[in-house]
Protein backbone atom coordinates (compact mmCIF):
# COMPACT_ATOMS: atom_id res chain seq x y z
CA UNK A 1 0.00 0.00 0.00
CA UNK A 2 2.96 2.52 0.72
CA UNK A 3 4.27 1.80 -2.78
CA UNK A 4 0.96 2.62 -4.52
CA UNK A 5 -0.05 5.87 -2.07
CA UNK A 6 3.79 7.27 -2.96
CA UNK A 7 2.82 6.72 -6.68
CA UNK A 8 -0.89 8.58 -6.30
CA UNK A 9 0.88 11.58 -4.45
CA UNK A 10 3.09 11.96 -7.06
CA UNK A 11 -0.04 11.45 -9.63
CA UNK A 12 -1.88 14.11 -7.82
CA UNK A 13 -0.86 17.61 -9.67
CA UNK A 14 -1.81 15.69 -13.18
CA UNK A 15 -4.94 15.53 -14.70
CA UNK A 16 -7.05 13.04 -15.27
CA UNK A 17 -6.28 13.69 -19.31
CA UNK A 18 -2.78 13.96 -18.64
CA UNK A 19 -2.13 10.56 -20.99
CA UNK A 20 -4.76 11.34 -23.87
CA UNK A 21 -1.74 11.29 -26.40
CA UNK A 22 2.29 10.58 -25.90
CA UNK A 23 3.06 14.38 -26.79
CA UNK A 24 3.94 15.97 -23.41
CA UNK A 25 6.71 18.05 -22.64
CA UNK A 26 10.00 16.94 -21.24
CA UNK A 27 9.96 18.53 -18.06
CA UNK A 28 6.00 17.32 -17.26
CA UNK A 29 7.85 13.68 -18.69
CA UNK A 30 10.93 13.92 -16.86
CA UNK A 31 9.94 14.92 -13.09
CA UNK A 32 6.12 13.35 -13.24
CA UNK A 33 5.68 10.43 -16.02
CA UNK A 34 8.59 8.87 -16.49
CA UNK A 35 9.64 8.63 -12.56
CA UNK A 36 6.41 7.10 -12.20
CA UNK A 37 6.31 4.22 -14.48
CA UNK A 38 9.94 3.52 -13.34
CA UNK A 39 8.77 2.50 -10.31
CA UNK A 40 5.91 0.41 -11.36
CA UNK A 41 8.48 -1.01 -13.83
CA UNK A 42 10.90 -2.50 -11.38
CA UNK A 43 8.44 -3.34 -8.82
CA UNK A 44 6.11 -5.28 -10.88
CA UNK A 45 7.50 -5.67 -15.18
CA UNK A 46 11.47 -5.40 -15.04
CA UNK A 47 11.63 -7.60 -17.67
CA UNK A 48 9.20 -6.32 -19.78
CA UNK A 49 9.30 -5.92 -23.91
CA UNK A 50 7.61 -3.24 -25.68
CA UNK A 51 9.36 -3.45 -29.18
CA UNK A 52 6.94 -5.83 -30.61
CA UNK A 53 3.98 -2.72 -30.57
CA UNK A 54 3.91 -1.01 -33.55
CA UNK A 55 1.56 1.93 -31.80
CA UNK A 56 1.61 3.71 -28.59
CA UNK A 57 -1.86 2.74 -28.42
CA UNK A 58 -1.29 -1.10 -28.97
CA UNK A 59 1.48 -1.00 -26.24
CA UNK A 60 -1.51 0.77 -23.82
CA UNK A 61 -3.75 -1.59 -24.92
CA UNK A 62 -2.10 -4.62 -23.94
CA UNK A 63 -0.86 -3.45 -20.62
CA UNK A 64 -4.71 -3.52 -19.91
CA UNK A 65 -5.83 -6.30 -21.17
CA UNK A 66 -3.17 -8.66 -20.86
CA UNK A 67 -1.71 -7.52 -17.77
CA UNK A 68 1.90 -7.34 -18.46
CA UNK A 69 2.86 -5.43 -15.79
CA UNK A 70 -0.22 -7.10 -13.28
CA UNK A 71 -3.26 -5.02 -12.26
CA UNK A 72 -3.17 -1.28 -13.05
CA UNK A 73 -4.68 1.38 -12.79
CA UNK A 74 -5.75 3.32 -16.53
CA UNK A 75 -3.49 6.38 -15.44
CA UNK A 76 -0.80 4.03 -14.24
CA UNK A 77 -0.84 1.49 -17.77
CA UNK A 78 -0.80 5.19 -19.54
CA UNK A 79 2.36 6.43 -17.30
CA UNK A 80 4.12 3.18 -18.28
CA UNK A 81 3.36 3.04 -21.89
CA UNK A 82 4.15 6.44 -22.32
CA UNK A 83 7.80 5.79 -21.08
CA UNK A 84 8.06 2.46 -22.62
CA UNK A 85 7.04 4.56 -26.58
CA UNK A 86 9.29 6.99 -25.62
CA UNK A 87 12.51 5.31 -24.01
CA UNK A 88 11.25 2.67 -27.76
CA UNK A 89 11.82 5.96 -30.13
CA UNK A 90 14.37 7.44 -28.46
CA UNK A 91 16.67 4.60 -28.59
CA UNK A 92 16.64 4.45 -32.61
CA UNK A 93 16.05 7.87 -33.38
CA UNK A 94 19.00 9.38 -35.70
CA UNK A 95 20.09 12.81 -35.32
CA UNK A 96 22.00 15.22 -38.20
CA UNK A 97 25.79 15.97 -37.33
CA UNK A 98 25.71 19.51 -35.59
CA UNK A 99 26.86 22.05 -37.70
CA UNK A 100 27.60 25.84 -37.28
CA UNK A 101 27.66 29.24 -39.53
CA UNK A 102 30.21 31.49 -39.08
CA UNK A 103 28.15 34.31 -37.19
CA UNK A 104 26.06 32.08 -34.66
CA UNK A 105 27.21 32.57 -31.26
CA UNK A 106 26.62 30.43 -27.72
CA UNK A 107 23.35 30.93 -26.41
CA UNK A 108 24.92 31.92 -22.70
CA UNK A 109 28.30 33.40 -23.17
CA UNK A 110 28.03 34.63 -27.10
CA UNK A 111 31.20 32.91 -28.01
CA UNK A 112 31.98 32.30 -31.45
CA UNK A 113 30.73 28.88 -31.91
CA UNK A 114 32.74 27.85 -35.38
CA UNK A 115 36.39 28.42 -33.57
CA UNK A 116 34.58 25.15 -31.44
CA UNK A 117 32.55 23.01 -33.66
CA UNK A 118 33.51 19.49 -31.82
CA UNK A 119 31.95 20.81 -28.31
CA UNK A 120 28.51 22.54 -29.69
CA UNK A 121 25.41 21.60 -28.38
CA UNK A 122 21.78 22.67 -29.47
CA UNK A 123 18.59 22.78 -27.69
CA UNK A 124 15.47 22.66 -29.79
CA UNK A 125 12.22 24.07 -29.70
CA UNK A 126 9.08 23.69 -31.57
CA UNK A 127 8.53 25.34 -35.01
CA UNK A 128 12.57 25.11 -35.85
CA UNK A 129 13.61 27.23 -32.75
CA UNK A 130 17.24 26.29 -31.78
CA UNK A 131 19.62 27.80 -29.63
CA UNK A 132 23.46 26.41 -29.96
CA UNK A 133 26.16 26.72 -26.83
CA UNK A 134 29.93 26.30 -27.40
CA UNK A 135 29.65 23.64 -24.70
CA UNK A 136 27.32 21.18 -22.48
CA UNK A 137 28.23 23.54 -19.27
CA UNK A 138 26.69 26.74 -21.05
CA UNK A 139 24.04 23.98 -22.65
CA UNK A 140 22.79 22.84 -19.30
CA UNK A 141 22.50 26.10 -17.63
CA UNK A 142 19.99 27.40 -20.34
CA UNK A 143 18.43 24.00 -20.13
CA UNK A 144 17.88 24.38 -16.33
CA UNK A 145 15.39 27.54 -16.65
CA UNK A 146 14.01 26.81 -19.81
CA UNK A 147 12.74 23.35 -19.82
CA UNK A 148 9.84 23.84 -20.64
CA UNK A 149 8.77 22.63 -24.09
CA UNK A 150 11.87 21.43 -25.06
CA UNK A 151 12.38 18.85 -27.99
CA UNK A 152 15.59 17.88 -28.37
CA UNK A 153 18.82 18.61 -26.32
CA UNK A 154 21.63 17.21 -28.41
CA UNK A 155 25.27 16.83 -27.48
CA UNK A 156 28.15 15.05 -29.34
CA UNK A 157 29.88 12.36 -27.97
CA UNK A 158 33.70 13.33 -27.46
CA UNK A 159 35.32 10.77 -29.57
CA UNK A 160 33.04 10.06 -32.92
CA UNK A 161 31.30 13.11 -32.74
CA UNK A 162 28.33 11.40 -33.27
CA UNK A 163 24.96 14.02 -32.17
CA UNK A 164 23.55 12.30 -29.09
CA UNK A 165 20.49 12.33 -27.34
CA UNK A 166 21.70 14.23 -24.48
CA UNK A 167 19.35 12.51 -22.21
CA UNK A 168 20.68 8.74 -23.14
CA UNK A 169 24.32 10.03 -23.22
CA UNK A 170 26.90 9.50 -19.68
CA UNK A 171 28.95 12.72 -18.60
CA UNK A 172 32.10 12.62 -17.49
CA UNK A 173 33.17 15.25 -14.58
CA UNK A 174 36.11 17.05 -13.52
CA UNK A 175 38.45 15.53 -16.00
CA UNK A 176 41.82 16.89 -17.32
CA UNK A 177 40.18 18.09 -20.79
CA UNK A 178 39.18 21.23 -20.77
CA UNK A 179 36.61 22.87 -23.14
CA UNK A 180 36.25 26.63 -24.97
CA UNK A 181 35.02 27.83 -21.57
CA UNK A 182 37.45 25.77 -19.08
CA UNK A 183 36.51 22.84 -16.91
CA UNK A 184 33.76 20.99 -19.04
CA UNK A 185 31.38 17.98 -18.84
CA UNK A 186 32.86 15.62 -21.44
CA UNK A 187 29.83 13.28 -23.26
CA UNK A 188 29.91 9.70 -23.99
CA UNK A 189 27.28 7.28 -25.99
CA UNK A 190 27.71 4.74 -23.47
CA UNK A 191 28.76 4.66 -19.72
CA UNK A 192 31.49 1.83 -20.35
CA UNK A 193 33.49 4.59 -22.83
CA UNK A 194 32.94 7.36 -20.44
CA UNK A 195 34.43 5.26 -17.80
CA UNK A 196 37.32 4.49 -19.78
CA UNK A 197 38.21 8.05 -20.53
CA UNK A 198 37.59 9.16 -16.80
CA UNK A 199 40.13 6.59 -15.89
CA UNK A 200 42.12 7.99 -18.51
CA UNK A 201 42.08 11.87 -17.76
CA UNK A 202 41.74 11.70 -14.29
CA UNK A 203 37.42 12.32 -14.08
CA UNK A 204 36.10 12.80 -10.86
CA UNK A 205 32.61 11.12 -11.71
CA UNK A 206 30.72 9.59 -14.53
CA UNK A 207 27.13 10.22 -14.25
CA UNK A 208 23.95 9.64 -16.54
CA UNK A 209 21.88 13.05 -17.60
CA UNK A 210 19.30 12.44 -14.73
CA UNK A 211 21.40 13.06 -11.84
CA UNK A 212 23.01 16.19 -13.21
CA UNK A 213 21.71 19.53 -11.58
CA UNK A 214 22.45 22.90 -11.84
CA UNK A 215 24.06 23.17 -8.60
CA UNK A 216 26.59 20.55 -9.92
CA UNK A 217 27.05 22.23 -13.04
CA UNK A 218 27.56 25.68 -11.79
CA UNK A 219 30.16 24.30 -9.41
CA UNK A 220 32.13 23.09 -12.40
CA UNK A 221 33.05 27.16 -13.73
Known amino acids: MKFYSSLVVAFAVLSSTLFAAPDYS???KE???YPMAQK???KKCPNIDSQKYKTYEKLYEAL?????CGTLSSQHAQAVALFLWDKKHLT?????KLTVTNDEKCQVCGMYLHYYPNWVSQINYPKGETYKFDGIKDMLKFYFNNEEGIVDVLVQDYYTLET???????YVIGSDVLGPMGNELIAFKDEK??????LEHKGKMVLPF???TEKLVRSID
Open 64 to 68: SSESL
Open 40 to 42: IIA
Open 26 to 28: DAV
Open 92 to 96: YKHYD
Open 164 to 170: LNAKEAY
Open 193 to 198: SAKAFS
Open 210 to 212: NKL
Open 31 to 33: KKI
